[in-house]
């Protein structure tokens, strides 16, 4: 036994307990409680979990099933601690769509069940030693979510829900053969082939696995955990899942799924590293420029108050993979920072959006007006939370785009110009939109709503604690999980 | 390579069993259709009879015709014979089979056809010129499947040459090639269209609206006619003779000794029997196909032969 | 050129068989048969992949087969059966445009799939290790099927398809997954198939038809 690295099983079956509870009465009013006690319970035992990593290093259970180290620990904390908000906020929300009768009780307990559903694979995901597990829970992500995307049945978020479906199904197949590949390659080096999926195993026999098969492997499996991670040209399925699904469901999506499935390709980079030279990195930066700068470009064009966020979450996540790419200590720290922030902001933005829309009774843009007017606290949130993602300082945002502008700069001097342009860009495209949203008359038949506003100022003010002043265990962290992807770490 | 003066007789010899027994093919054949359609059939040597009576009678020329149109009689059945001889019936690694390779063997069938297309055109009725638009728009979709079928059983032998190939599958013993059953069942097919049978042309009537090689021939009679249907025969069995050879090898002789030779010989009757056997239950259980729906017929020939050459090249290269 | 045993041109000549469902499945418009494709491939896989198990001495392989038979041959083909009976489906059938550019497409893939994994062909030391090209082209074929296709049901066969190539390719190219993997998966699909159900009664009821082009609400920006 292995006791600190036992702590990763309560948070596993907190959330799998949570599944069948909540599938048994996931229809009362009291649910909702139901669903934030279980979040609250996960998030305690992922902060066991993270304790027992400061103190003793990484760690791997004794059946070498589950690897936690300052990697995905921080992931791991994230992911439940925004599960956790989002749940408060998911309890009042949901209510109000019973009230406006977009939901029946049946459909709520769907709902519940499979929040924590996508909760587990989220954890598991991350937490799993075995990249073939890996695979298993994003797949699990993609089934659990496509019921919520379209919980309301319109004929929209059908289609959405069908997008979603086929679109990333199709894109995890070619992971799995990715991941078949990196079997492959692994078997000729490791003697037990029952380790031969393992993270830790293929990470110390990294330098001796095949190149060509490697490149392949890799190719492969960037396609695949790409088209989770939304990179263009595979975003398709996002605009629409984000902006047809409930709001927390968006939150989640934006705030959870993309980032793990970024994590997810950080680690097949950081097996390829050794042997595949720079190529692993040169394609994440093409694909996150081309993501960051398509998105900035879409910003545009949206109407829709989800959609618009949906397309910065793929500005920002292109932006991370392009970080990553870059590589070196500098530009791994500021996406490792970048992962957290813009997590928390666009959950907190997807929150306040949709409180809006229940405002204004719609997601178009057009509809939402004078928030501040109607109902401060929202049209404050979504200001702050607008200005937040856009980069501005206080906010951590502007502290990991600096780095990352600044690592750039160093290893890739030319890039730095689409990059700022990209910046300047994206901020006139979210303040064209959201300036009228914000300030501007109101509407006449806009009404306020029940809001729980905790998650975005929790959000809020860690991002810009974040922002200020990083934490020194925290920074502690993100420095060894630099050391660990780019082999080296800041000084 | 020199041969003995016997093995050039016994390539002659060959060539002209080959030609002669055709006919009894064809006849064989009808026997069995007649069978499965429970009908009385005509004896089996009533191909001979038919093509004795036509010799004997008259030939009547339209007025129109050309020299053209009476020199393409002679002209197919000599590409046909040419290319029966380069067939081994009963015994490879014949002096005739070395002239010529399956690739100029396709070239054969091709002359005999372009011809008789011509003839078709060249007494300007109607339809003849409706049967040679057919027969062209056949044959060029059948051919690429044709060719596709021989690239396979050529790179499978590393050669063109029939003979070579037939001697190396027989070397190689009982090998399981998924090349070998796509190609054949594409190469059924093609020989299905280019012979004229059912689905694609229906070789007993003379429906205007069908008829695609009848079409063409329409205006030939007498010893003409005689000798394109037997060319036609001739053509069916090189098909015939060509499916049997490649893909069950087995049996033909190897070695010019009397054994071996009466072997072959044996083995061919068998195999032509049981593949004509198989032609007449699919042709009774087949009706006749429109003939817009002939393109997707032979596509599915072309896709089964490019489909054997994909599994030699992927599956069977490297072993 | 070395003598290879019966067994493994057993499995070649099935793998290509395989192959042939892939492009049969691409040629076919009627949903009935289309089904019963998808079941002979799950059923092809599965004797192949009992094969591969007695020709190498794999018994844990056994295990995926009755899996892949079970669920491929059998559990999903009847319950898309079931799903089109239900739906009232039985007589539907797809237009066919450019079929033959399609299949043209379709073996240019194949093709194309050989050259991709050649590098891995040339290291393995499997008696498999030429069916690793096929499985790639099984996976590309589905996807094809899935792009050109508008109906709801052909769709899922397609998605099913590629799942059958990843299968496939594991046990080609690997023997197999870690059986845990290949659970987890086999739970994956089986999900998918469910909901996939699940779906078709939802898309009926919101668009009153299959086809998934009629669902085309979602759309960039300005309309």
């Given at each position: 036994?292995?006791?600190?690295?036992?702590?990763?099983?309560?948070?596993?079956?907190?959330?799998?307990?949570?599944?069948?509870?909540?599938?048994?009465?996931?229809?009362?009013?009291?649910?909702?409680?139901?669903?934030?006690?279980?979040?609250?319970?996960?998030?305690?035992?992922?902060?066991?979990?993270?304790?027992?990593?400061?103190?003793?290093?990484?760690?791997?259970?004794?059946?070498?099933?589950?690897?936690?180290?300052?990697?995905?620990?921080?992931?791991?904390?994230?992911?439940?601690?925004?599960?956790?908000?989002?749940?408060?906020?998911?309890?009042?929300?949901?209510?109000?769509?019973?009230?406006?009768?977009?939901?029946?009780?049946?459909?709520?307990?769907?709902?519940?069940?499979?929040?924590?559903?996508?909760?587990?694979?989220?954890?598991?995901?991350?937490?799993?030693?075995?990249?073939?597990?890996?695979?298993?829970?994003?797949?699990?992500?993609?089934?659990?979510?496509?019921?919520?995307?379209?919980?309301?049945?319109?004929?929209?978020?059908?289609?959405?829900?069908?997008?979603?479906?086929?679109?990333?199904?199709?894109?995890?197949?070619?992971?799995?053969?990715?991941?078949?590949?990196?079997?492959?390659?692994?078997?000729?080096?490791?003697?037990?082939?029952?380790?031969?999926?393992?993270?830790?195993?293929?990470?110390?026999?990294?330098?001796?696995?095949?190149?060509?098969?490697?490149?392949?492997?890799?190719?492969?499996?960037?396609?695949?955990?790409?088209?989770?991670?939304?990179?263009?040209?595979?975003?398709?399925?996002?605009?629409?899942?984000?902006?047809?699904?409930?709001?927390?469901?968006?939150?989640?999506?934006?705030?959870?799924?993309?980032?793990?499935?970024?994590?997810?390709?950080?680690?097949?980079?950081?097996?390829?590293?050794?042997?595949?030279?720079?190529?692993?990195?040169?394609?994440?930066?093409?694909?996150?420029?081309?993501?960051?700068?398509?998105?900035?470009?879409?910003?545009?064009?949206?109407?829709?108050?989800?959609?618009?966020?949906?397309?910065?979450?793929?500005?920002?996540?292109?932006?991370?993979?392009?970080?990553?790419?870059?590589?070196?200590?500098?530009?791994?720290?500021?996406?490792?920072?970048?992962?957290?922030?813009?997590?928390?902001?666009?959950?907190?933005?997807?929150?306040?959006?949709?409180?809006?829309?229940?405002?204004?009774?719609?997601?178009?843009?057009?509809?939402?007006?004078?928030?501040?007017?109607?109902?401060?606290?929202?049209?404050?949130?979504?200001?702050?939370?607008?200005?937040?993602?856009?980069?501005?300082?206080?906010?951590?945002?502007?502290?990991?785009?600096?780095?990352?502008?600044?690592?750039?700069?160093?290893?890739?001097?030319?890039?730095?110009?689409?990059?700022?342009?990209?910046?300047?860009?994206?901020?006139?495209?979210?303040?064209?939109?959201?300036?009228?949203?914000?300030?501007?008359?109101?509407?006449?038949?806009?009404?306020?709503?029940?809001?729980?506003?905790?998650?975005?100022?929790?959000?809020?003010?860690?991002?810009?604690?974040?922002?200020?002043?990083?934490?020194?265990?925290?920074?502690?962290?993100?420095?060894?999980?630099?050391?660990?992807?780019?082999?080296?770490?800041?000084? | 390579m020199a041969y003995p003066l016997t093995a050039w007789a016994l390539a002659l010899l060959q060539t002209l069993l080959f030609i002669a027994s055709a006919?009894?093919?064809?006849?064989?054949?009808?026997?069995?259709?007649?069978?499965?359609?429970?009908?009385?059939?005509?004896?089996?040597?009533?191909?001979?009879?038919?093509?004795?009576?036509?010799?004997?009678?008259?030939?009547?020329?339209?007025?129109?015709?050309?020299?053209?149109?009476?020199?393409?009689?002679?002209i197919v059945l000599a590409a046909m014979v040419l290319a029966a001889a380069v067939i081994p019936l009963i015994a490879v690694n014949l002096p005739t089979d070395a002239i010529a390779d399956v690739i100029v063997l396709v070239g054969f069938l091709a002359l005999g056809r372009?011809?008789?297309?011509?003839?078709?055109?060249?007494?300007?009725?109607?339809?003849?010129?409706?049967?040679?638009?057919?027969?062209?728009?056949?044959?060029?979709?059948?051919e690429?499947?044709m060719l596709m079928a021989v690239f396979t059983i050529s790179m499978t032998a590393s050669s063109t040459n029939l003979s070579t190939a037939m001697h190396y599958l027989l070397q190689s013993g009982?090998?399981?090639r998924?090349?070998f059953?796509?190609t054949?069942?594409?190469l059924?097919?093609?020989a299905?269209?280019?012979?004229?049978?059912?689905?694609?042309?229906?070789?007993?009537?003379?429906?205007?609206?069908?008829?695609?090689?009848?079409?063409?021939?329409?205006?030939?009679?007498?010893?003409?006619?005689?000798?394109?249907?037997?060319a036609?025969?001739i053509k069916?069995m090189i098909y015939a003779v060509l499916i049997a050879d490649i893909f069950l090898p087995w049996g033909i002789a190897t070695r010019v000794t009397p054994w071996e030779l009466l072997s072959g010989v044996?083995a061919i009757?068998?195999k032509l029997?049981?593949?004509?056997?198989?032609?007449?239950?699919?042709?009774?259980?087949?009706?006749?196909?429109?003939?817009?729906?002939?393109?997707?017929?032979?596509?599915?020939?072309?896709?089964?032969?490019?489909?054997?050459?994909?599994?030699h090249?992927?599956?069977?290269?490297?072993? | 050129m070395?003598?290879?045993?019966?067994?493994?041109?057993?499995?070649?000549?099935?793998?290509?068989?395989?192959?042939?469902?892939?492009?049969?499945?691409?040629?076919?418009?009627?949903?009935?048969?289309?089904?019963?494709?998808?079941?002979?491939?799950?059923?092809?896989?599965?004797?192949?992949?009992?094969?591969?198990?007695?020709?190498?001495?794999?018994?844990?392989?056994?295990?995926?087969?009755?899996?892949?038979?079970?669920?491929?041959?059998?559990?999903?083909?009847?319950?898309?059966?079931?799903?089109?009976?239900?739906?009232?489906?039985?007589?539907?059938?797809?237009?066919?445009?450019?079929?033959?550019?399609?299949?043209?497409?379709?073996?240019?893939?194949?093709?194309?799939?050989?050259?991709?994994?050649?590098?891995?062909?040339?290291?393995?030391?499997?008696?498999?290790?030429?069916?690793?090209?096929?499985?790639?082209?099984?996976?590309?074929?589905?996807?094809?099927?899935?792009?050109?296709?508008?109906?709801?049901?052909?769709?899922?066969?397609?998605?099913?398809?590629?799942?059958?190539?990843?299968?496939?390719?594991?046990?080609?190219?690997?023997?197999?997954?870690?059986?845990?993997?290949?659970?987890?998966?086999?739970?994956?699909?089986?999900?998918?198939?469910?909901?996939?159900?699940?779906?078709?009664?939802?898309?009926?009821?919101?668009?009153?038809?299959?086809?998934?082009?009629?669902?085309?609400?979602?759309?960039?920006?300005?309309?």
């Open positions: 036994m292995n006791p600190p690295a036992d702590a990763v099983y309560p948070m596993l079956l907190i959330p799998l307990v949570g599944v069948i509870a909540l599938g048994v009465i996931g229809h009362s009013r009291r649910a909702g409680w139901v669903n934030i006690a279980i979040s609250a319970a996960t998030f305690v035992a992922s902060l066991r979990l993270a304790l027992g990593v400061l103190k003793h290093g990484p760690l791997l259970t004794t059946s070498k099933m589950f690897y936690i180290d300052s990697f995905n620990v921080y992931l791991l904390v994230l992911t439940a601690f925004v599960g956790l908000t989002t749940a408060i906020f998911s309890r009042t929300y949901m209510l109000d769509e019973m009230k406006l009768g977009r939901v029946s009780t049946k459909r709520l307990q769907l709902y519940h069940a499979m929040y924590q559903g996508f909760l587990l694979t989220m954890l598991l995901a991350l937490s799993t030693n075995n990249l073939g597990i890996l695979w298993v829970a994003m797949e699990g992500a993609t089934l659990a979510t496509v019921l919520l995307v379209s919980l309301y049945r319109t004929p929209e978020s059908i289609e959405a829900a069908w997008k979603y479906f086929i679109l990333c199904g199709v894109g995890i197949a070619q992971a799995l053969f990715g991941t078949v590949l990196l079997f492959f390659a692994a078997q000729r080096v490791v003697r037990n082939r029952h380790q031969a999926l393992l993270w830790n195993i293929l990470y110390a026999h990294a330098a001796y696995l095949d190149p060509a098969v490697m490149g392949l492997a890799f190719v492969f499996l960037l396609v695949g955990y790409g088209t989770k991670v939304g990179l263009v040209p595979l975003h398709n399925w996002l605009p629409d899942a984000h902006s047809e699904g409930p709001t927390p469901i968006s939150a989640v999506l934006s705030g959870l799924l993309l980032n793990v499935a970024l994590y997810a390709l950080v680690r097949i980079k950081m097996l390829a590293d050794p042997t595949l030279g720079a190529l692993p990195g040169e394609l994440m930066m093409g694909f996150g420029m081309l993501s960051f700068i398509v998105a900035v470009l879409f910003l545009h064009r949206q109407r829709d108050i989800k959609r618009l966020y949906s397309y910065s979450s793929i500005e920002h996540m292109g932006l991370m993979t392009f970080g990553f790419g870059v590589g070196g200590a500098l530009a791994t720290f500021a996406a490792l920072l970048h992962m957290t922030v813009h997590s928390l902001t666009k959950s907190s933005i997807f929150v306040t959006a949709g409180h809006a829309a229940h405002i204004a009774g719609s997601q178009s843009i057009d509809r939402i007006r004078g928030l501040i007017r109607t109902q401060p606290a929202v049209g404050w949130g979504l200001l702050i939370g607008t200005v937040a993602i856009a980069g501005f300082p206080p906010f951590g945002i502007f502290t990991s785009e600096f780095l990352l502008l600044v690592a750039t700069m160093q290893s890739w001097p030319w890039l730095t110009i689409p990059l700022l342009i990209g910046l300047v860009v994206a901020l006139a495209g979210l303040f064209r939109q959201v300036q009228p949203m914000v300030y501007g008359e109101a509407m006449p038949d806009q009404r306020p709503t029940r809001t729980s506003m905790v998650p975005v100022v929790v959000h809020l003010a860690l991002v810009l604690w974040l922002g200020l002043a990083i934490p020194a265990f925290l920074a502690q962290w993100f420095n060894h999980a630099t050391f660990l992807i780019s082999g080296s770490s800041l000084p | 006919p009894l093919l064809c006849g064989w054949v009808k026997r069995v259709r007649c069978a499965f359609q429970n009908r009385a059939s005509p004896p089996l040597w009533q191909p001979y009879r038919d093509l004795g009576k036509l010799f004997r009678k008259s030939v009547i020329l339209a007025e129109e015709a050309s020299w053209l149109f009476r020199a393409t009689p002679y372009f011809f008789i297309a011509l003839a078709g055109l060249d007494i300007g009725t109607a339809f003849g010129g409706i049967g040679s638009s057919r027969e062209m728009m056949v044959s060029s979709l059948a690429p499947a009982l090998v399981l998924p090349s059953v796509f054949a069942a594409g059924m097919m093609v299905v269209a280019e012979s004229g049978r059912l689905p694609v042309d229906n070789p007993a009537t003379h429906l205007e609206l069908t008829m695609i090689h009848e079409g063409m021939i329409l205006e030939y009679s007498g010893r003409h006619l005689a000798l394109i249907e037997w036609s025969e069916f044996v009757t068998v029997a049981l593949l004509a056997v198989l032609l007449g239950a699919v042709e009774s259980g087949l009706a006749k196909m429109r003939l817009f729906r002939v393109p997707e017929f032979l596509n599915l020939a072309f896709l089964l032969c490019l489909l054997g050459l994909l599994s090249i992927i599956l069977e290269v490297a072993i | 070395t003598p290879v045993s019966l067994y493994t041109q057993a499995i070649l000549m099935l793998a290509a068989l395989v192959l042939f469902t892939s492009f049969a499945l691409l040629a076919q418009a009627r949903m009935f048969a289309l089904i019963r494709l998808y079941a002979w491939q799950g059923t092809l896989l599965a004797v192949t992949t009992a094969l591969v198990a007695w020709v190498t001495h794999q018994p844990r392989l056994y295990i995926s087969a009755l899996l892949t038979l079970g669920l491929k041959a059998l559990l999903i083909p009847w319950f898309l059966n079931r799903l089109v009976i239900r739906l009232g489906l039985q007589h539907e059938t797809e237009v066919l445009q450019g079929n033959s550019l399609i299949l043209l497409g379709a073996a240019a893939l194949t093709v194309f799939s050989y050259y991709v994994v050649m590098p891995i062909v040339q290291l393995s030391t499997l008696v498999t290790r030429n069916v690793i090209a096929v499985s790639l082209a099984v996976i590309l074929l589905g996807l094809l099927l899935i792009i050109v296709r508008r109906k709801a049901v052909t769709q899922v066969v397609g998605f099913m398809c590629m799942e059958n190539g990843l299968f496939f390719a594991a046990v080609a190219s690997t023997y197999g997954m870690p059986m845990v993997v290949e659970l987890g998966v086999a739970f994956d699909v089986l999900v998918a198939s469910i909901l996939f159900g699940v779906f078709f009664l939802h898309i009926r009821d919101s668009i009153d038809s299959l086809d998934v082009d009629r669902l085309n609400q979602l759309r960039e920006g300005d309309d």
